[in-house]
């Protein structure tokens, strides 16, 4: 991680930490370097948000940013992350921004860009925007009649749902279906979606008031959802985070189907129809054992890759593989979107669902998964664990006592000040005890 990129952008608290002259300088650096080569006398830039309440500011400050560079700036207000790197490609655009904190409180913000072709930055290219933020002098303001325009797109959601109809379209008649949005970017664009295919719907987490994103609802609170589709025997129930970049599912007994089951339900169903170009799919070194196990027997390959939906999709391009994402929720069909789709991985599944006219639950015992357990204590340093002698002695006791049946998996978050700590096994007991002893000396330690 840079000193202002995690690995999903920049993000902090959206006063004390993403102030204005830094979000200004940023869309000046930003806009230098992925505009240079553009051409145009006005480079085209799109900028999106979710529904927090310093959205506006924030956009107000990144926009007059990127217009003092000379591009003109097109607004989408509220929609998803992945609708921001669809309408880039559709709008001819050079390159976007999206201001969200994702799945993270509302008094967090965050900022990330896709470049020409709707793609997340590549860490080289990160790194070039940092080192101009802290370098302004190096940048030179258009001159007073090629200054960029501001503007607003009034239709950019109803667009993105158009394309999304446009790829997908089962016919949901026979569902029914509990939607939780989590007050965030999808509240006004999964509902009219899935009603406009038949679905009976039910939606929960669609009142974003600007303070209530993720707030005991969305995926980070699947619970919630789990409750509602027992309460309205529902067929199923979809969970978006904040900017509805990832998706959780539950089925009809409401118990949840994360993102490693719906990728081996969607790679059976694609290999099925002679979809997968190579036998292949993309996850994480946090998926589930049981993805590798489940895909053996049909001959797809697991390969992995660091945490974050951008390397999984590097990955998937390097190797033209066209499924992939993480146990989180952050599914990629490069068939449809470049980047993790919250939406268009939940058209996937109920196309599968309806097509093959199986519940949920049978679906996804395509996989066993194998007992893990994560814990995440907060930090005030995420780095050193690494050398603390007793942290590593402790680890090291711990991963003995798996006897090579199991594993444990220590990371830093890229988006809070948190460190993972992740056991996988055969004994769920052992796991647990493993992760609390563990998280107990690191977050005691690191505070």
């Known amino acids: 991680m840079g000193k202002y990129f995690g690995t999903d952008g920049m993000r902090g608290r959206a006063i004390s930490q993403l102030p204005p002259d830094l979000v200004f300088r940023l869309g000046m650096a930003a806009a230098h370097i992925l505009t240079k080569d553009s051409g145009e006398l006005r480079p085209l830039v799109l900028i999106g948000k979710d529904t ?50 994702s799945h993270n409180p509302y008094y967090d913000n965050g900022i990330k860009f896709f470049n020409q072709e709707g793609h997340k930055l590549p860490d080289r290219i990160e790194e070039e925007i940092e080192r101009l933020i802290d370098c302004p002098g190096e940048l030179s303001p258009a001159e007073d009649d090629q200054l960029g325009r501001i503007s607003t797109y009034e239709r950019a959601a109803e667009k993105y749902a158009s394309w999304l109809l446009e790829a997908q379209a089962p016919d949901l008649r026979d569902l029914r279906i509990v939607v939780d949005t ?32 993720n707030e005991n609802c969305g995926s980070t609170h699947i619970e919630v959802l789990c409750e509602q589709v027992r309460e309205k ?25 994360d993102g490693d089951q719906m990728l081996a339900i ?32 049909l001959g797809i390959e697991v390969a992995e890759t ?23 929720g952050h599914l990629i069909l490069s068939r449809y979107n470049t980047t993790g789709d919250g939406a268009v991985a939940a058209l996937k599944l109920l196309t599968i669902l309806s097509e093959s006219g199986k519940s949920l639950s049978e679906l996804a015992q395509v996989m066993r998964k194998m007992p893990q357990h994560m814990i995440c204590p907060e930090v005030r340093d995420k780095e050193g664990w690494q050398q603390d002698a007793e942290i590593c002695a402790l680890i090291e006791r711990s991963r003995q006592s798996l006897d090579g049946r199991g594993r444990i998996i220590i990371r830093p978050s890229g988006t809070e000040p948190k460190i993972r700590i992740m056991a996988e096994g055969e004994d769920p007991q052992l796991i647990c005890a493993i992760v609390e002893e563990l998280a107990e000396l690191i977050g005691r330690k690191m505070s």
């Not at 400050?61 to 989408?76: E, I, K, N, R, T």
């Not at 979809?238 to 998706?247: H, I």
């Not at 070194?285 to 489940?294: H, T, W, Y």
């Open 233 to 257: 025997k529902a067929d199923l129930g979809l969970a978006f985070d904040g900017d509805a970049d990832r998706m959780l599912a539950v089925d009809e007994n409401g118990a949840l189907v």
């Open 52 to 101: 927090r309440i310093s959205g506006d500011y924030l956009e107000a400050a990144l926009a007059a940013g990127m217009a003092s560079l000379g591009c003109d700036v097109l607004l989408l207000g509220v929609i998803p992350t992945p609708g921001v790197a669809a309408l880039t490609r559709l709008l001819d655009a050079e390159a976007s921004a999206v201001i969200s904190a």
């Open 266 to 297: 969607f790679a059976r169903d694609m290999l099925s129809k002679g979809e997968l170009p190579v036998k292949e799919i993309v996850a994480t070194q946090m998926s589930n054992l049981g993805l590798k196990l489940a895909m053996e027997p």
């Open 182 to 213: 989590a007050n965030g970017a999808a509240s006004f664009i999964m509902g009219p979606v899935l009603q406009s295919l038949g679905a009976e719907l039910f939606c929960i987490g669609n009142q974003p008031d600007g303070c209530n994103i």
């Open 306 to 328: 660091k945490v974050g939906d951008r390397y999984v999709l590097e990955r998937m391009l390097k190797d033209g593989a066209v499924v992939g994402g993480e146990q989180s």
